[in-house]
């Protein structure tokens, strides 16, 4: 089957042995002890590894005063995807071994005659800096990807990677060293859905899990409530920056309970949870048209309770249901209202490694060549879209040139790259949100307060 995907695509020439320009293995790539990553010359300047600045590793803290009266279910979090896949083993992650996937790219690598990992890990690697360089650059949702090897607990994208543990310390680093920042951790444990697998987590390995999860954060983490209201100052104030989300009823339960008897832990995604925590959204596609297409519709259904009833019924006859459908809790909510149970709406400003994408970068010397090289193309679009004034006023923004609001995380590749504005978008969304609600608390004692347009600008 591959082979005729191949001739379609131009190469069949490969299966004659004749010779191919190829990408592979990418000369970006260093390996450092057991690890694969992308080298510091594939950096923009040459060898930045994060842009961290009190800009960025304290944009909440610098904002506290604004931001004070907003709750998680008001804020924007900008966050990053697959956070631990910044470097990798060669080692193949259970959920990939044996696929359909797997075995076309197998058979792709040995048409090229290359190891399987020189075409797979330029594909699995979705970010250039460490988790604490993506948390000191701003980033405030991270995406834990966990399995299981039998002994110990990994993150994953394709390929295995480091310690969980090793995930956690740089977290609790961060949280310590920056008193004023929240965090949002969403654990998901990967497991197979035939049980008689050889990569099933044993039940000890699950309440070990949970038990780690918790003690990363002594002292530190917002433990479930039924509405997920509390402000953010009245969060530091009470010492719960992080809240972390798991998919596995057992990790749940081992994670313990607080004096009150509240969970420390929250049930994750809607994929596991009926009344999860966090509902995921993402396009599947390696097409950036595609994608923004996606992201445009999401974030107008997220929006349609606070569009009037002709907007309501325009954006019925434009876009179907998603599916599934986007529950009421997980959408916009008028100022004060909150559906329970509480919901974070995530969307996703990411394109999707596919076999497609991998055999055109052999063909085609202008396609991305890497999920890096994929993921930055993506950034750089980001502003132009979220800035345009018609899609503005499709998304909320009204036409009046404030920001749409784009939900509660918002996640994207390589975001230790400067062209991953998403961190200073979600600090404009979200001063636009609190000057909205000091705008609503004035109206009834004074006149309203002016309002300059709100602008995201590629260099801020």
Avoid at 88 to 101: E, K, Q
Avoid at 137 to 158: E, K, M, P, S, V
Avoid at 416 to 441: D, F, K, S, W, Y
């Amino acid at each position: 089957m591959l082979l005729l995907v191949l001739f379609a695509l131009g190469l069949a020439n490969l299966s004659l042995g004749a010779p191919v320009p190829s990408p592979y293995p990418s000369p970006l790539l260093e390996r450092v002890g057991e690890f694969t990553r992308w080298a510091p010359r594939s950096f923009p300047d040459g060898g930045l590894r994060a842009r961290a600045s009190a800009n960025t590793s304290d944009w909440m803290g610098m904002h506290q005063a604004q931001l004070g009266h907003l709750s998680l279910r008001e804020l924007l979090l900008p966050g990053s995807h697959d956070s631990g896949a910044y470097e990798l083993t060669t080692a193949l992650a259970p959920a990939i071994s044996g696929s359909d996937d797997m075995n076309a790219l197998i058979e792709l690598a040995e048409q090229l005659g290359l190891p399987v990992n020189a075409i797979i890990t330029p594909w699995a690697l979705s970010q250039r800096g460490s988790v604490l360089e993506q948390l000191e650059a701003g980033i405030r949702y991270i995406d834990l990807r966990i399995c299981w090897n039998g002994t110990h607990f990994l993150t994953y994208h394709f390929e295995t990677g480091n310690t969980i543990a090793t995930l956690l310390d740089d977290m609790t680093q961060f949280v310590k060293e920056h008193p004023k920042e929240l965090l949002v951790v969403e654990a998901q444990l990967w497991q197979p859905d035939n049980r008689t697998s050889n990569h099933t987590v044993p039940a000890a390995a699950k309440r070990l899990l949970g038990q780690m999860l918790v003690s990363a954060f002594p002292g530190m983490l917002y433990p479930q409530q039924p509405r997920m209201d509390t402000p953010y100052s009245t969060l530091l104030a009470q010492g719960q920056r992080v809240l972390v989300t798991v998919d596995d009823a057992l990790v749940l339960e081992a994670g313990g309970v607080d004096s009150t008897g509240a969970p420390w832990l929250w049930p994750g995604s809607q994929a596991a949870w009926d009344t999860g925590v966090i509902w995921n959204t993402y396009a599947n596609n390696s097409t950036l048209g595609v994608m923004e297409a996606f992201n445009t519709r999401q974030v107008q259904i997220f929006n349609s309770p606070l569009l009037s009833s002709n907007g309501a019924r325009r954006l019925h006859r434009r876009f179907a249901d998603p599916d599934p459908p986007l529950p009421a809790r997980c959408k916009r909510l008028a100022s004060g209202a909150q559906a329970s149970p509480p919901c974070l709406f995530k969307l996703s400003w990411t394109l999707t490694t596919d076999l497609s994408a991998i055999y055109l970068s052999l063909i085609d010397p202008t396609a991305p060549r890497s999920l890096i090289d994929m993921a930055d193309r993506a950034n750089e679009a980001f502003f132009a879209w979220l800035n345009n004034s018609a899609a503005a006023a499709e998304l909320g923004g009204g036409g009046t040139g404030e920001l749409p609001s784009l939900g509660r995380i918002l996640i994207a590749d390589d975001v230790t790259n400067p062209n991953c504005t998403i961190v200073q978008a979600a600090i404009q969304i979200n001063l636009q949100a609190a000057e909205e609600g000091a705008r609503r608390r004035a109206k009834a004692t004074g006149p309203p307060l002016s309002r300059p347009p709100s602008r995201l600008i590629a260099d801020a």
